[in-house]
């Protein structure tokens, strides 16, 4: 076995089966031995691993106590039974249940067996015995493997600091891991927070809250992050020994006699294990069915292994920083220059005002103006920032180079991330029914009607910032396990003010968390385009680390990790901070220009993949907008969605009659419908309210009767969230479509776009191409030496153009023969209906088909006509199933005497038909329809149905297909 996979080996068991065999012995088991198995697991992220300096140090001493501990354990138990074995009373007389000794004895880890399973014997006894063996196995295995007990170390056993150093900061993969350990750190904060509400949890869900306001507010952590980190490890570490103190059956009785008592309920003491004197052996739970409480220790224990991982690797880098610093030549040192993570430029006018009505495009129209610049902390910047700082030119320029892509997609994402945040809001107001979420519902409102809708939400962005967390905070009290806190005071509920408790609050605290987590993105970058019109030159503020390679895992985030280049001993560092002889423009920078990229870039196809795309939603998504109008609208028949149906079929007949004119009102009917349906929202919201019923019905003098109708009733939680979803999604859509995509299919569905479209496609092509230096060549595609990365990125351009050349021509062909066939379907369609619905409004359809179908030219009058009567038709079916419409009104007596003279005053009993024409004369006439009532709106068409959606299905599609024919 070659020494380097014997290294590997030791590491494993040292970091992989040790953890595990002393998890084991402390998860499965509480006594003072298992606590001290814990200490040690605790220990062991800040031990070195083994090598052969470690071997011989701390990570020596440590197995070996850790040996001693296992032996003694061991041994505890082996004279423990060889003594109750061995005197006269009976096994185990003096050590009786739940008694005072047997206690004492189950604390130290000993107790009697008999009676006991045997798998409860592998966890009491054998656990021991397996800590031990593993401990020695791995004591033996770095020992051989590091021979610690030669006088002189080679160089293969202790390399050079200096150069282990340096391929550290070269490498890549490590500043990934970097990034994501800081990212992980916080995250485990946040749910070490909210898993169970205490005054123990608080302090990582205060200190959540600190480090992502700090990162809204556009500051970096620094230096300060790790003695946060010191902090945060030493607070995870008690908390976890008191938990798993608080296990055993001493202490629960001698610290808080009562579980559930008000010290434990605050300070978040759970008892999790249940001791029963019966069978003192087993394992039993208290609350089974309370999962956070057998989540919190695991999630407390990731958190501790992750800050103290993080914490080892800070201390090693400090001391590594000072070997490389003495043993480094002065004009070789590396001088510390907090490298930039972003990039952007400062235009004229305020940045503030960019990105409103903004389309895919925007973000690569900003200023080439470039000057020296700040920095542009982030939330995981190294600890090196808070230092000083020298300035050094770099030694090579690097022309053409761009963002990565994932970069340039999360820059244009950071600058529209206040539309996040006002759909966060409302999605926050309606998932939690209160007056104090109301506040962010009326917020959002207000915001998206204001003329700058993106200025206005950056701006109150620190409010909205400090009510999200407010509201978080009175959250987590609430979530604390307090049966002290009222629920109702003076006979005002405090849940519909939002002071509500929940079974599990963790879930609720996660989920208003990502919602508040839009609210930092906006206040950050409101922060850093406030930073930027606030400087007094055009100077450039960057948003990135600048680089001309090609795409890789590590430059997909350099962006937000600093990546040092380093190379045999010179420094190649690319620094935008310093004065370099050439920095490329914005758009230069990210291949926009057209002019200064002409090969294949990153940002090019990124930009070319979102400007398809974006053309595409615009393209597309009225559809998407006009189809959620009509499903809201035939839902369920109350007034509001009636008028929701009566403007859809508006647009529609609109679009069909005069197309100019379409075109023209659209904007304006946008906003009538934003308007309608933000004041709908605000109506049904308040209307779920305790007292609001009662209001209204004083105020208006409505029955419950007529206000259902209306749509205004009083729902359950479950059934309210729906109700309130599918208003809220649809204004959602409507606003993306005024914000984002109105101006750009206005330019796309103008005619005069489609003709040049058209006038370009009859062109004919030419078979050149054009190469780097702007010249002409053969149609032969010259021969480019690339990478492997490179042309595979090459040909799957090429097929998408392929591809999107063939579909373009299928597409063609596909309409060419719908317009052709389509008026065919429409018609038979509509002879279906007048078949399949015998009635006065079918009857219309066929006199109108009988004047217009000989009339060839007459066809689109015809198909007017018709969808003009499918839209009465429609919105009677709908007014017709209001409960105030009454059934009766419609009602005619129709009994027929054997004289055939109606009868309006004797109705004639209902009979048997069948049986009644054996008794009757010959001349008799009989109804057909049965002596009765009869209700005349049927006969019109008209209907009282409880599946709404299915009594129209009918005059729905015939107007769908009468749209679609022009």
Known sequence: MSSKVARYISYLLFRLLLPVVLLAGCALRYNLVSFLYLLFLLGLPLIPAPSALTVRGITGVYLILLIVLGGLATLAHAIFHIVLAAIPEPYGYSFSNCSSNEKIARLIAVERLDGVPFIHILRLV??????????????????????????????????????VTRRRRASRLHN???????????????????????????????????????????????????????????????????????????????????RTSLWARILGLTAVIKTDCGKPWSVEFHEPSNWP??????????????????????????????????????????????KPSEREVKGGNSLVNAGENQSYETFSEEPARQRNKDDSPTMLDSDEEDGGSTRSKPKKTKPHVKRSPVVSLFVYIMKQ???????????????????????????????????????????????????????????????????????????????????????YPCLQLALQILFTSMFWLTMRQFIRERKLSGSSDNSQ??????SSEGVSPGSWFKGWIRLREMSDGEEDVWDITQSPKYIPSLDEVDGYDGQTVK????????????????????????????????????????????????????????????????????????????????????????????????????????????????????FNTATLFVKLLTPTSFLILIILQVHYFHATFLRLSDIKHVKNEDKKEDQPATNTMTDTAGETTDSEPPIIKKGLRKKVKLYILTVWHKCSEVWAE???????????????????????????????????FVIILGVFMPITRGWTVMLHVCRIWVSIAMVAKMIYQLSIIDKEYWNSNCTITNAGVNSSTTPAPVTNITNLTDLLPAETVINPFGNGTVNNAKWVGLDKEGVLSYYLRVSTRDDTYCYLIN
């Open 810 to 844: 299928v597409s063609t062909v596909l309409w060419r023969v719908l317009e052709v066939h389509f008026v065919k379907v429409v018609l038979f369609t509509i002879f279906m209906v007048c078949v399949s619905e015998l009635s006065a409004i079918g009857g219309v």
């Open 599 to 714: 090969r294949i870039g990153h940002s090019e196809a990124v930009r070319t993949i979102g400007v398809y795309v974006w053309n595409l939603l615009s393209k597309y998504w009225i559809f998407v907008c006009t189809g959620m109008m009509l499903l809201i609208s035939i839902q369920e028949v109350v007034v509001y969605r009636i008028i929701y149906l009566i403007l859809f079929l508006l647009f529609m007949l609109t679009f069909q009659m005069s197309y100019t004119l379409w075109r023209a009102s659209m904007y304006v009917f946008w906003w009538v419908i934003i308007i309608y349906s933000m004041g709908i929202l605000i109506i049904l919201y308040t209307y779920q309210f305790q007292d609001f019923p009662s209001y209204w019905q004083n105020n208006t003098g409505l029955s419950d009767e007529i206000l259902s109708d209306i749509g205004l009733e009083q």
């Open 541 to 546: 503020v960057p948003m990135e680390t600048l």
């Open 126 to 163: 054998v656990l021991d015995v397996v800590v031990l063996a593993v401990a020695i196995l791995v004591f033996i295995v770095c020992y051989k493997v590091f021979n610690p007990s030669r006088d002189t170390l080679s160089s293969e056993d202790v390399p050079s600091l200096q150069s």
């Open 293 to 338: 409480l057998f989540v919190n220790p695991p999630l407390l224990l990731a958190l501790y292994i992750s800050v103290a991982t993080e914490t080892r690797y800070w201390r090693n880098s400090k001391r590594e920083d000072v070997v490389d610093a003495e043993t480094s030549s002065p004009k070789k040192k590396r001088r510390r220059n907090p």
């Open 176 to 258: 990934f891991l970097l990034f994501v350990g800081k990212f992980i750190d916080v995250l485990f904060l946040a749910a070490c927070g909210i898993i169970v509400p205490s005054l123990a949890s608080a302090a990582y869900f205060l200190s959540f809250l600190y480090i992502a306001t700090w990162w809204s507010l556009y500051r970096g952590l620094g230096k300060k992050f790790s003695i946060f980190r010191i902090c945060v490890l030493i607070w995870s570490g008690l908390h976890l020994l008191f938990l798993h103190l608080y296990q055993m059956q001493l202490f629960q009785e001698d610290w808080f006699p009562s």
């Open 417 to 503: 991330s206040y539309v996040l945040s006002l759909i966060a809001m409302m999605a926050w107001s309606i998932t939690y029914h209160s007056w104090l979420t109301f506040v962010l519902l009326l917020a959002a409102c207000f915001i998206w009607m204001v003329p700058q809708s993106r200025k206005a939400c950056l701006v109150c962005s620190p409010a909205v910032v400090l009510y999200g967390e407010v509201l978080l905070i009175i959250q987590f009290v609430y979530g604390m396990n307090l049966k002290e806190l009222p629920e109702e005071s003076s006979g005002i509920k405090l849940d519909e003010i939002g002071l509500k408790k929940f079974k």
